[in-house]
């Protein structure tokens, strides 16, 4: 097989990341450049992207532990809890190309704050945030005789990246205005709804004051005021 019909060599490089514009949600988009190192040129690429948080690639402060604690417990222990928190995984068709081509990445940034990943990134607001992203996916290239050929991408391919942290913030910042979103069950949503309206609370932010102001601090201070109970309906909806 000559060398302009031989299986390519692709290698990965993430070249930068920006917010997306005009998404609908928070998106981050990564520049994701794309070599061939070896045989014929590219016809078109099916291509996976596994992104995920390489956690142990980078030192935390007293309080970035405090606050990953949830996730990885008491920082003695880092060293058998830490593990690689998995992000996303993006598709994208790559179009033709000879010697290299860029290509953009979507991610959407969430702020579900029952995901890992969420409670990982809003823990950490400085430095940066180790990446790295995993490729598989079909190569589709020209045979000797003029048809179609394929070959398969292996998950050994590889790139590392460093993601700033306070561009995720900004990010969620500029869609959320600061205000993180809580899951909450209908019984749970109903009752606090309920109390809400008994207690005549300008909005969930002071619903939710009102309840933590009340909590105990130590002995002799005031119980938590009992919700009213009501029966549970199907579905758990958001409030902020």
């Known amino acids: 097989m000559t060398a302009q019909h031989a299986i390519p060599d692709l290698v990965f490089t993430v070249t930068g990341v920006e917010p997306e514009r005009f998404a609908s949600v928070p998106t981050l988009r990564f520049g994701l450049e794309i070599r061939r190192a070896g045989g014929g040129p590219v016809r078109s690429v099916s291509l996976t992207t596994a992104v995920r948080i390489d956690v142990a690639r980078r030192r935390y402060d007293a309080a970035e532990q405090r606050a990953l604690a949830e996730l990885f417990g008491e920082p003695q ?13 993006v598709t994208v068709v ?15 940034c969430t702020y579900d704050t029952e ?15 180790p990446l790295d992203f995993l490729f598989n996916g079909t190569i589709f290239y020209e045979a000797p005789d003029g048809g179609m050929r394929t070959a398969q991408i292996s998950w050994n391919s590889d790139a590392a990246f460093r993601l700033p942290a306070g561009l995720w913030h900004e990010l969620i910042d500029r869609y959320f205005d600061g205000s993180p979103w809580l899951r ?3 019984e749970t949503y109903d009752r606090l709804d309920a109390y809400r309206a008994g207690g005549v609370h300008v909005g969930w932010d002071a619903t939710v004051r009102s309840l933590l102001d009340a909590a105990p601090h130590g002995a002799g201070s005031p119980a938590v005021p009992d919700l ?6 199907a579905g758990a909806p958001w409030t902020q």
């Not at 995901?115 to 945030?129: E, F, P």
């Open 115 to 129: 995901l890992a990943v969420t409670k990982y990134l809003r823990a950490v607001r400085d430095g940066d945030v």
């Open 94 to 108: 790559v179009p033709p190309f000879d010697e290299s081509t860029t290509v953009g990445l979507h991610v959407p």
């Open 184 to 186: 909450l069950s209908r």
């Open 228 to 233: 009213p109970s009501l029966p549970a309906t």
């Open 77 to 89: 222990r880092w060293g058998s809890t830490v593990r690689p928190l998995s992000w996303t995984q």
